[in-house]
């Protein structure tokens, strides 16, 4: 999701994941900025800067290097990772998660056309799925159905993040659009450098938000499952995705003349239906399990 008024992290982007909003228990909101230090420095090591490819990804390994140093137990180097060694420490968080986001960055420089959905969804398991775990492990839940739901709203996030950002993304040298899919409907690269929204254009973008879209409703139900302000922060992820997929669907998939952003009227709307997520269910409007709309979170 864009401007939500508050940092947020997202592999390659930090759009999608809230980090020490206002909604989050000030006893967790230096834990959630250390991880976002983490990652944001990682992700400009991958993305900033001049430097070439070569030296991007020798960078990312000696960063992975003073991660592999915290976990064999040698003293942390800098502020970004003492801060981050207190966090794994007080919260007993694994390892892996830091790794794969690692693999992500480094897979922005290797890898910059994707064949398949399938590739798309194994990025989305590095660069999106560890925040969503390493969150609910910051509260104490571990529950794996918790979990699953969690990597059903992150890939989908990720995956909106790439709707919206294809153009910002083609002019890094990225398409993140599934290349077969691209093919089926006779989308070029040309296309999406010239930012011509034609016919062919508008059906393969529905069908991208469509798929979206259910994937976010799938995981949905664990804004309802979780207790307390990491629910409201759910929620309103979930909410605000579905803002973001709405917008991408008015403009028929322009995202090059109009990338969608979350305004004030968005935010009122969403907190709305996050704070009182159960009440039209109760009287029978029941549809979206985030926010009990029946208009999908409209």
Known sequence: MTNLNF??????????????????????RGAVRSIYAFARAA???????????EERLA????????????????????????????TIQQYDLPYAPFHDLLDAFSQDIRKTRYADFGEVMAYCRKSANPIGRLLLKLYG????????????????????NFLQDVAIDYKKGRIYLPQDEMAKFGISERQIAEGRVDALWQQFMK?????????LKAGAPLGLALKGRIALETRLIV????????????????????????????????LRHALWPAKKRATGQGGCGSCGSGSGCR
């Open 7 to 28: 940092q947020v992290i997202d592999a390659g982007h930090y759009e999608n994941f809230p980090v020490a909003s206002i909604f989050l228990p000030s006893r967790l």
């Open 43 to 53: 992700d400009d090591i991958a993305d900033e800067g001049d430097a070439v490819p």
């Open 59 to 86: 960078s990312l390994e000696q960063f992975r290097g003073q991660l592999h140093a915290l976990e064999h137990g040698e003293p942390p180097v800098g502020p970004i990772f003492n801060d981050l060694a207190r």
């Open 141 to 160: 839940d571990h529950d794996e159905r918790h979990q699953a739901w969690s990597d059903g709203i992150c890939s989908a996030l990720q995956l909106i």
């Open 207 to 215: 069908t991208q938000i469509e798929r979206a879209r259910r994937m």
């Open 239 to 270: 909410l605000g995705g579905n803002r973001i997929l709405e917008k991408l669907a008015a403009s028929r998939g322009d995202m090059f003349k109009h990338r969608p952003l979350l305004g004030l009227a968005d935010w009122f709307h969403m």
